[in-house]
DNA sequence: TCAGAAGTATGTCTGTTGGT
DNA sequence: ACCAACAGACATACTTCTGA
């Protein structure tokens, strides 16, 4: 394997306490003196991250991901970055890669997120096979024994889950039984259906919703994951979701089955 | 009892939205 | 650029109610 892909899987960066383990140093602290922080971290975190996000984080390793594509459709496009997140922090909270997809970028997709034919398909970036392995072992090492994992996305029904199930498919992995995939966008339509009234549903009106502050580049998977991790505490916060209903809303892999 | 109006349920079509 | 899901608008069918 490259070193490369080692040096950037596994890479822990600033983010890398959020949330649960900055909530436990914060013990002990009002929530006057959080919000009284000009950190964009501390400003994340008033009371609302305690009640199903602990919850949660204590009964399933809740992974937020997001992956960046040569496109849209996944029967003919290729993932060429994948980048998740473990709800839990601690130590190697954060998993990144970028991915050879083993056909060209086109141009307008480039635009999009700034990484282009030249950047990935080069010999020394993993294809997605080569990822897989690594991505097995990662996510069997934050996975509490018996516990299921979470995987949660904006749009993974339709787009994210979707293109990982299909390149499992394509290196003919199986998908780990007891993997589930959640969608941030059902959620965000539910919610907006709930206040009565009309708004965008999309990750960055989700962050300016929430008054989410963000740096990195727009439309990079470990900026969006980050994103996509502080939306999703607040959403099923405000929609008092319950263990249990986050659960039955979670899908298998094989309700992707449609991939071939 | 019958005709017509009103209300409800269901199906179809179209436009919008979300992801890169 | 593509695709699927969803919401809303609209049409149609059916049921219920009212008055003659």
């Given at each position: ?158 787009f ?22 959640f969608?941030?966008l059902?959620?965000?339509k ?61 899908m ?9």
């Amino acid at each position: 394997m490259s070193s490369i892909l080692r040096s950037s899987q596994l890479r822990n960066n600033v983010w890398s306490s959020f949330p649960v383990r900055f909530l436990k140093q914060q013990a002990g602290l009002s929530t006057a003196k959080l919000l009284g922080s000009r950190s964009c971290e501390i400003r994340h975190f008033t009371t609302q991250v305690q009640d199903l996000g602990k919850q949660v984080v204590d009964t399933a390793t809740v992974l937020i991901f997001d992956v960046e594509t040569t496109g849209f459709f996944h029967k003919d496009h290729r993932i060429i970055e994948f980048a998740l997140y473990d709800l839990s922090g601690g130590k190697n909270s954060t998993f990144e890669t970028l991915v050879n997809p083993e056909r060209t970028v086109p141009n307008h997709v480039a635009r999009v997120h700034n990484i282009g034919t030249g950047l990935v398909c080069r010999p020394d970036i993993p294809r997605f096979s080569d990822v897989i392995p690594l991505l097995l072992a990662y996510v069997r090492s934050r996975q509490a024994h018996g516990k299921p994992i979470l995987w949660v996305a904006h749009n993974a029904k339709q787009f994210d889950a979707r293109f990982l199930a299909q390149e499992f498919d394509r290196c003919s992995a199986p998908i780990p039984a007891d993997w589930l995939f959640f969608d941030t966008l059902v959620l965000a339509k539910k919610m907006v259906k709930a206040e009565g009234k009309k708004r965008p549903t999309n990750l960055e009106a989700l962050r300016e919703h929430y008054g989410i502050c963000s740096n990195g580049t727009a439309h990079r998977a470990m900026r969006d994951v980050m994103i996509l991790g502080q939306v999703f505490q607040k959403m099923t916060f405000d929609l008092k979701l319950t263990y249990k209903e986050l659960m039955n809303e979670a899908m298998r892999a094989s309700e992707f089955s449609n991939v071939s």
